[in-house]
């Protein structure tokens, strides 16, 4: 079946420093691929998506770009804040089916100061 | 504007007692899937209704676990005989759209 695989955590890192979480993907059609976020204390929050090869999705300072070469879709952004400290969670659904979503295990971003 | 909405936001229940979870999707969502988070099996689909059918209930982990839909709107999830192994948090998000999850804050059920 369908499986997302991300890079375990925490990462810890200085403020303004550069962010990479890794995420690579299997599935057997053609998925949309997104990032979701959970703050401390907060649900699920929708980061960004894209939903075709080449496709870059940004929000909030945060890419990613779809390489169906490679099925990943990385998680980057260039100067870190604190209040970026959280979970980060790669996921696909196929858009053939229903659309659920597959999960990655989750990332934990540690940023101090 | 509102947002989706759980309750409750915590539940302690005794081994073996049955438990209801309450969701209330964005209104105008016709989708809407449930989703279990727990320590060991991080995010897990449980459930999918599209208006009130459930086309795809492929997550349940046993028929101890029910999940219906009314009006097109509040879904209910039922877990019945609980076990410890159902302690997590459970997750409701709603769609208006393709590709488009929104999700609730979750309820935190916790069997002793």
């Known amino acids: 079946g369908d499986s997302v695989t991300q890079m375990e955590g925490p990462v810890t890192l200085s403020e303004e420093a550069f962010l990479t979480i890794n995420c690579t993907y299997t599935?057997?059609?053609?998925?949309?691929l997104f990032w979701y976020v959970q703050y401390p204390g907060e649900g699920l929050q929708l980061l960004l998506k894209?939903?075709?090869?080449?496709d870059k999705g940004s929000n909030k300072g945060f890419e990613a770009t779809y390489r169906k070469e490679t099925t990943s879709f990385h998680l980057e952004k260039g100067s870190v804040q604190v209040s970026d400290s959280a979970v980060y969670f790669c996921?696909?659904?196929?858009?053939?089916?229903?659309?659920?979503?597959?999960f990655g295990t989750g990332t934990r971003l540690l940023v101090s100061p | 504007g509102a947002g989706v909405s759980q309750s409750p936001s915590n539940k302690v229940t005794e081994k073996g007692k049955d438990v209801e979870l309450r969701c209330d999707p964005i209104?105008?969502?016709?989708?809407l899937y449930w989703y279990r988070q727990s320590l060991g099996q991080g995010l897990e689909f449980l459930i999918y209704?599209?208006?009130?059918?459930?086309?795809?209930k492929s997550g349940l982990p046993s028929d101890r676990f029910s999940a219906e839909r009314t009006g097109g709107s509040v879904s209910t999830l039922t877990i019945q005989r609980t076990q410890q192994e159902d302690s997590a948090v459970y997750l409701c998000?709603?769609?208006?759209?393709?590709?488009?999850?929104?999700f609730g804050p979750g309820t935190r059920l916790t069997v002793t």
């Open positions: 996921a696909l659904s196929d858009r053939t089916g229903f659309q659920k979503l597959v």
């Open positions: 209104s105008g969502h016709t989708a």
């Open positions: 599935a057997t059609g053609y998925p949309s």
């Open positions: 894209a939903t075709k090869a080449d």
């Open positions: 209704f599209q208006g009130n059918s459930a086309p795809d």
């Open positions: 998000a709603s769609s208006p759209e393709i590709n488009e999850q929104y």
